[in-house]
């Protein structure tokens, strides 16, 4: 006799027909054994619900600069955060409505125990108007808490000019430690901070004071 899988009789007659009737409905040991233990499988596995396994992503607040400038006038250089996460920040250089830029330079101070300068992007200021010669950009990180900075277009390409608020640079920072400090212009340096015309005549540009911000680092 064969016996399906739901334990019912396919075929006799007589008491043993009787006898396999009178056995409990329902799914046969060979089965029912490994459907317990998936079912105590399964139980193990749904855990307290915390899903504690190491893989969980810790949130962080990500490091923020308050620019220390609200309205910037024309003729303003000064500074503001573009992105930033839990270990990096990117701080503009933006110019205001201002013309006859051909060259700028200028030195930048910034709190070294809790930030490192990592790279510059160049911002679309020097490229308006597409010019021939490509700009040239440099940035020099003399030391710790200190960056020289300077781009230039090549005659006989044009100076171009600031319309409403321009980026010149994007700076990159690292996170070193928690703190918090000024990143500003160093208007009594060394090097002057200045916009030359494409003829070598400096340009009303003003770096401040005031034209910088503060970093928070958590």
Same mark, same amino acid.
């Given at each position: 006799?064969?016996?399906?899988?739901?334990?019912?009789?396919?075929?006799?007659?007589?008491?043993?027909?009787?006898?396999?009737?009178?056995?409990?409905?329902?799914?046969?040991?060979?089965?029912?054994?490994?459907?317990?233990?998936?079912?105590?499988?399964?139980?193990?596995?749904?855990?307290?619900?915390?899903?504690?396994?190491?893989?969980?992503?810790?949130?962080?607040?990500?490091?923020?600069?308050?620019?220390? $400038?609200?309205?910037?006038?024309?003729?303003?250089?000064?500074?503001?955060?573009?992105?930033?996460?839990?270990?990096?920040?990117?701080?503009?250089?933006?110019?205001?409505?201002?013309?006859?830029?051909?060259?700028?330079?200028?030195?930048?101070?910034?709190?070294?125990?809790? $930030?490192?300068?990592?790279?510059?992007?160049?911002?679309?200021?020097?490229?308006?108007?597409?010019?021939?010669?490509?700009?040239?950009?440099?940035?020099?990180?003399?030391?710790?808490?200190?960056?020289?900075?300077?781009?230039?277009?090549?005659?006989?390409?044009?100076?171009?000019?600031?319309?409403?608020?321009?980026?010149?640079?994007?700076?990159?920072?690292?996170?070193?430690?928690?703190?918090?400090?000024?990143?500003?212009?160093?208007?009594?340096?060394?090097?002057?901070?200045?916009?030359?015309?494409?003829?070598?005549?400096?340009?009303?540009?003003?770096?401040?004071?005031?034209?910088?911000?503060?970093?928070?680092?958590?």
């Amino acid at each position: 006799m064969m016996e399906s899988t739901n334990g019912g009789a396919m075929a006799g007659t007589g008491e043993m027909g009787m006898n396999r009737r009178r056995r409990p409905r329902g799914l046969p040991i060979r089965v029912a054994l490994p459907g317990v233990f998936l079912l105590v499988l399964g139980l193990g596995c749904k855990g307290n619900g915390n899903n504690n396994d190491g893989n969980s992503v810790i949130p962080c607040t990500s490091i923020s600069f308050a620019g220390a $400038i609200g309205s910037p006038a024309n003729g303003d250089v000064y500074l503001l955060a573009s992105n930033s996460s839990c270990d990096t920040v990117d701080i503009n250089v933006w110019v205001k409505d201002l013309s006859g830029i051909f060259t700028v330079g200028f030195e930048l101070n910034y709190p070294s125990s809790i $930030i490192e300068y990592q790279s510059f992007s160049p911002g679309p200021l020097l490229y308006r108007g597409s010019p021939p010669i490509a700009p040239q950009f440099f940035v020099t990180n003399s030391s710790p808490g200190e960056i020289v900075v300077s781009g230039t277009l090549f005659r006989p390409d044009p100076s171009v000019s600031a319309v409403g608020n321009a980026t010149f640079m994007t700076l990159h920072f690292v996170k070193v430690a928690s703190g918090s400090g000024a990143v500003d212009f160093n208007t009594s340096g060394a090097i002057n901070n200045q916009i030359i015309d494409e003829n070598g005549n400096v340009v009303a540009a003003s770096f401040g004071p005031g034209h910088g911000g503060t970093v928070l680092v958590p």
